[in-house]
């Protein structure tokens, strides 16, 4: 397994070795035994068991030994969980979800609010920072137990300047020093990133994707995103705007996007979308349970509701969307040939009603060999899924500073 988290600078080979090591510990799950690393990382087992004394000398591992039946088995290591605490931060457009984790992943506390991301950043970071003093508050938990943040905002960002550039639904944010504002209020390491890219580093460590290579995770909100996984490292692109796939061009004549283009997916799949969808057909009198929720009221979730419960005009509100999702996948699917495709946010989570029309659609327009190859699911870890992937890069800043020697 390559490392593919470490936001770090040049390092030496021990270093590195140290760090493969320290990955593949964290990521295998029960645990994995110093004849498993020796044959993985291809290193002598007496290279191995100088990289492993060093990290539990550091605390850094500990030794698992669980009985076996049959005798003798090799011990396994797992990194300590009590090292210290994390936090994972998911700024969607529409909702902040805070996650607090030991350094083994298990989550200790999570909270959700709904915020507007357009209110700008000098309402919603405020926010951002009030809710993170109340969890801390509420768990028990001290600021100096917490050795790195990691943060998903749903624009591409801009790495080299710790801010986002030019987002088309983060009214007023662009190049606003986030990683600054962050670094500012919890002294600590701090990793910013795009909001889909971490869904898929979420799935890959600890959701539906776990071991794949070549993933795309794509997120379904308010706004359209995704998070590519290409061999064993995700693409950013040389700005930072990779994945933005809810600005491909659908429908030349559609609806106006938020980017200002016509068509675009994200203007016939989003969340906004789905809800403009279902506002014009109450106008027009369809016939719908939709049109008993108060004026102004219906929002995508009301829509996904009235699906599940069997709303003929939801339901084919929902399916519609899917398809034009499923138009964008195939080209995605046709350009990266990945082995997964993995559909979270909002709007996926009411199942195959919405990913069945994605199925047959990338099915019908991508190429028969890698249609074939690909795997179409749900994000295994629902709405976690962007925040599980901040808890990664939070982990990973701080281990590396724990581990980082010379």
């Not at 590195?16 to 498993?36: C, K, M, Q, W, Y």
């Not at 979800?97 to 915020?115: G, K, M, P």
């Not at 997964?340 to 946010?345: F, L, S």
């Amino acid at each position: 397994m390559s490392t593919i988290f470490w936001t770090i600078p040049t390092l030496n080979m021990r270093n590195l070795n140290r760090h493969a090591a320290v990955d593949l510990i964290r990521f295998t799950p029960g645990g994995i035994s110093r004849v498993e690393i020796s044959r993985q990382l291809q290193l002598t087992r007496a290279a191995i068991t100088e990289i492993i004394n060093d990290l539990q000398a550091m605390g850094v591992v500990r030794e698992v030994d669980e009985p076996h039946a049959g005798g003798r088995h090799p011990i396994a290591l797992e990194i300590n969980p009590q090292l210290g605490k994390v936090i994972g931060v998911d700024m969607g457009a529409t909702h902040l979800t805070l996650l607090l984790s030991d350094f083994s992943a298990h989550v200790l506390a999570d909270q959700e609010i709904e915020i507007n991301i357009n209110d700008g950043p000098e309402r919603v970071l405020p926010l951002v920072e009030a809710e993170i003093e109340r969890m801390l508050a509420e768990s028990g938990t001290s600021r100096e137990e917490i050795r790195a943040v990691g943060v998903g905002v749903p624009g591409p960002v801009v790495s080299a300047a710790g801010t986002v550039g030019t987002p088309p639904i983060m009214r007023g944010w662009d190049r606003y020093p986030i990683y600054d504002r962050f670094s500012k209020f919890l002294g600590c390491p701090i990793s910013l990133n795009n909001d889909a890219e971490l869904g898929a580093l979420g799935e890959w460590a600890y959701g539906a994707g776990r071991g794949e290579r070549n993933l795309v995770y794509v997120k379904v909100g308010t706004g359209i995103g995704a998070g590519l996984l290409l061999d064993g490292q995700i693409y950013r692109g040389a700005t930072g705007s990779a994945g933005e796939i809810g600005h491909i061009t659908i429908d030349e004549s559609g609806p106006v996007c938020s980017c200002g283009n016509r068509g675009c997916l994200e203007a016939l799949a989003g969340g906004r979308a789905i809800a403009q969808r279902a506002i014009e057909a109450v106008a027009a009198g369809q016939r719908t349970q939709l049109a008993l929720l108060p004026t102004g009221s219906v929002q995508s979730r009301a829509v996904i509701e009235a699906a599940r419960h069997g709303d003929l005009l939801a339901q084919t509100i929902v399916a519609e969307a899917g398809a034009h999702l499923g138009t964008a996948i195939a080209s995605l699917v046709n350009l990266f040939n990945p082995s997964m495709v993995v559909v979270g946010g909002n709007v996926s989570q009411i199942g195959d009603l919405f990913l069945e029309p994605v199925r047959r659609t990338v099915e019908r327009r991508s190429l028969a060999s890698v249609s074939r190859a690909v795997r179409i699911t749900t994000a295994l870890l629902g709405r976690r899924s962007t925040g599980m992937g901040a808890v990664v890069q939070a982990l990973s800043l701080a281990l590396h500073k724990i581990t980082e020697k010379e």
